[in-house]
T-cell receptor, first 114, second 113 residues
Framework: QQQVKQSPQSLIVQKGGIPIINCAYE??????FPWYQQFPGKGPALLIA?????SEKKEGRFTISFNKSAKQFSLHIMDSQPGDSATYFC?????????????FGAGTRLFVKA | KAGVTQTPRYLIKTRGQQVTLSCSPI?????VSWYQQTPGQGLQFLFE???????NKGNFPGRFSGRQFSNSRSEMNVSTLELGDSALYLC????????????FGSGTQLSVL
């Protein structure tokens, strides 16, 4: 119930394409859903986040779509660029026994071909 | 504003030894959480500290422990190292907790031989 399932494991798109990464969760106590981007040798960095009272959020070329009834959310990268090549993690956070707990998906390795 | 600093960057240990990793959060951040990252398991939550108190912990054996000091700096200790403990250990800080934006350090790459 604490898992966050992420797919696909890897993704290759052409420059300008729109890669889509999907995540699903079971625990309805999750109330914050961030996406993190990680480059080799670096820690993850927050890209964009959404709360379950909103169905879509856009920040620049990045969009989160959120379907509360299906317990699914996805990341879309518009006009993808080679510099977007990185590993992307979805996550879900809940308040649990006195503290926050953030559960991460397994990650998606994205490669954008020039 | 300085980011999250983790030391050391790389560490090589042998089975049975113990190791201590250090994390200095962003100034003003009182929450520090620790994660283990491996290629097969992704990012696994270890524990979270807030104002020197452990608020939450993940499903790791008791060999994994941590603490937080009054200046919010945190240390993580792993005793009796096993080969499977080889991983990238990441620490993240935030003002109030993991329910908001986490700022990650670059991690400590631990290799157990």
């Amino acid at each position: 119930q604490q898992q966050v399932k992420q797919s696909p494991q890897s993704l290759i798109v052409q420059k300008g394409g729109i890669p889509i990464i999907n995540c699903a969760y079971e625990n309805t106590a999750f109330d914050y859903f961030p996406w993190y981007q990680q480059f080799p040798g670096k820690g993850p960095a927050l890209l964009i986040a959404i709360r379950p009272d909103v169905s879509e959020k856009k920040e620049g070329r990045f969009t989160i779509s959120f379907n509360k009834s299906a317990k699914q959310f996805s990341l879309h990268i518009m006009d993808s660029q080679p510099g977007d090549s990185a590993t992307y993690f979805c996550a879900a956070t809940s308040w649990d026994t006195g503290g926050f707990k953030t559960i991460f998906g397994a990650g998606t390795r994205l490669f954008v071909k020039a | 504003k300085a980011g999250v600093t983790q030391t050391p960057r790389y560490l090589i240990k042998t089975r049975g030894q113990q190791v201590t990793l250090s994390c200095s959060p962003i100034s003003g951040h009182r929450s520090v959480s620790w994660y283990q990252q491996t290629p097969g398991q992704g990012l696994q939550f270890l524990f979270e500290y807030f104002s020197e108190t452990q608020r939450n912990k993940g499903n790791f054996p008791g060999r994994f422990s941590g603490r937080q000091f009054s200046n919010s700096r945190s240390e993580m200790n792993v005793s009796t190292l096993e080969l499977g403990d080889s991983a990238l250990y990441l620490c993240a800080s935030s003002r109030r907790g993991a329910g908001e934006k986490l700022f990650f350090g670059s991690g400590t790459q631990l290799s157990v031989l």
